[in-house]
């Protein structure tokens, strides 16, 4: 008797175990075959009560003349040129430089490289300086992998401000 | 003497230890104007982290857009053990997601996990007190940010990329024993930012904004 009732035990824990094993892949699948699952965007103001809705922002964006301008400067500079020199390279993106205050006050552009390379350099870059409250020029020297360069130019001083390496591929 | 030199060593150790755990650094904040909430299969949460955890939630106050979800049987230790573990505060500062999942608005904050060198990758993520959410669809799940941080201890660090950082957490999930199968690029999270950069408050580039709309999910058994 004893027996009879810890068999139907066993059987009755695997028979659980397989119906819940089967339900955890029944809900994997689902999950599994949909593959552009599109979300429900809400506007916040519909349905967070703490949510204000603030004036329509507007980040700033860089015109076609801008554009042209800004990619002038950056090939022209001596140190880009020294850097892609020897190298296939393409413009992957340009975009916009702006401050917290939506103030457009220059453009960025990354140039990828065919495939990564070591590149030992002082790489310039901008600091803020407390005492002086102005950006000072600074380079960082550091041997790097680099896959695409990041060049920001400074439209009001209308040069290259920062030249710096990004180990990632950003072709999206 | 030694024995005075070693208690106000342990002292001070003990208030730097103190200090640490309660420190955070300060964090600039960033602006989108794609902010959003998301449903997600009945439960809400922002399509952006947060700088601070301030009501109302802000446009001007964001910080990373959500990149990625951690569905199936997610909570959020779990998923920081597929990556590098708990960062630490010296590693990186919190930053917080408001979200819903039926029970009312809550904030939650994390560091996130992150990995080691000149440039580290960096997942933030967000769940509820219990640290995961739930719903029929999705089962137990939670949301991630992602981004790069470049060259942290020096004065021109910058961070961002946060399309490219997805790609990196997608392989390395991929190649773990938790994951099931991972669906890059399959959920639509309505934060497509073009590429552009963002200068702090001083006017330094600190902020690389790049991602396309949608989020990879990681299913996990």
Redesign the interface.
């Known amino acids: 008797m004893r027996k009879k009732c810890l068999m139907l035990l066993i059987i009755i824990l695997l028979a659980v175990t397989v119906i819940g094993f089967g339900q955890g892949i029944a809900s994997a699948q689902q999950g599994a075959g949909t593959t552009s699952m599109r979300t429900i965007s809400i506007n916040p103001e519909e349905i967070d009560p703490d949510y204000v809705a603030e004036p329509d922002i507007k980040i700033p964006a860089l015109t076609e003349d801008e554009e042209k301008m800004a990619l002038e400067i950056a090939l022209g500079d001596p140190r880009v040129q020294e850097l892609l020199s020897g190298k296939k390279y393409e413009v992957c993106a340009i975009g916009v430089v702006h401050t917290t205050e939506l103030v457009k006050t220059g453009a960025g552009i990354l140039l990828c490289l065919d495939k990564a390379y070591e590149i030992e350099y002082d790489w310039p870059y901008t600091v803020y300086n407390d005492k002086l409250s102005t950006l000072e020029d600074k380079v960082f020297h550091e041997n790097l992998s680099v896959q695409t360069l990041r060049v920001i130019v400074n439209f009001q001083q209308k040069k290259v401000e920062v030249i710096s390496p990004l180990s990632q591929n950003i072709n999206m | 003497m030694l024995k005075k030199t070693s208690i106000i060593f342990a002292i001070a150790g003990i208030l730097a230890m103190a200090f640490l755990s309660i420190w955070t650094p300060p964090a600039?904040?960033?602006?989108?104007?794609r902010?959003?909430?998301?449903?997600?299969g009945g439960d809400?949460f922002?399509?952006y982290d947060f700088g601070s955890p301030d009501?109302?939630?802000?446009?001007?106050n964001v910080d990373w857009p959500v990149t990625m979800m951690f569905?199936?049987n997610a909570n959020i230790n779990k998923v920081k053990k597929i990556y590098w573990g708990l960062a630490g505060p010296l590693q990186a500062s919190p930053m917080h997601m408001?979200l819903?999942d039926g029970a009312g608005?809550v904030w939650d904050s994390d560091r996130g996990t992150k990995s080691l060198g000149?440039?580290n990758c960096h997942l933030r993520l967000y769940a509820d007190s219990d640290d995961r959410l739930y719903n029929l669809?999705?089962?137990y799940f939670v949301i991630g940010t992602s981004h790069?941080d470049?060259?942290e201890l020096?004065?021109?660090h910058?961070h961002g990329?946060s399309?490219?950082a997805e790609a990196?957490l997608s392989n390395k999930a991929e190649g773990s024993g938790y994951v099931?199968?991972v669906?890059r690029d399959?959920?639509?999270?309505?934060n497509n930012e073009?590429?552009?950069?963002?200068?702090?408050?001083?006017?330094?580039?600190r902020h690389?904004?790049?991602n396309?709309r949608w989020a990879t999910?990681v299913?996990l058994w």
């Open positions: 600039s904040a960033w602006t989108t104007y902010l959003r909430v998301i449903n997600f809400y922002y399509n009501d109302p939630p802000s446009r001007l569905t199936g408001k819903n608005w000149l440039v669809t999705w089962g790069y470049y060259y020096n004065p021109n910058y990329l399309e490219a990196e099931w199968f669906d399959c959920i639509d999270m309505n073009p590429y552009r950069e963002e200068t702090d408050e001083n006017g330094v580039i690389l904004w790049m396309d999910q299913q």
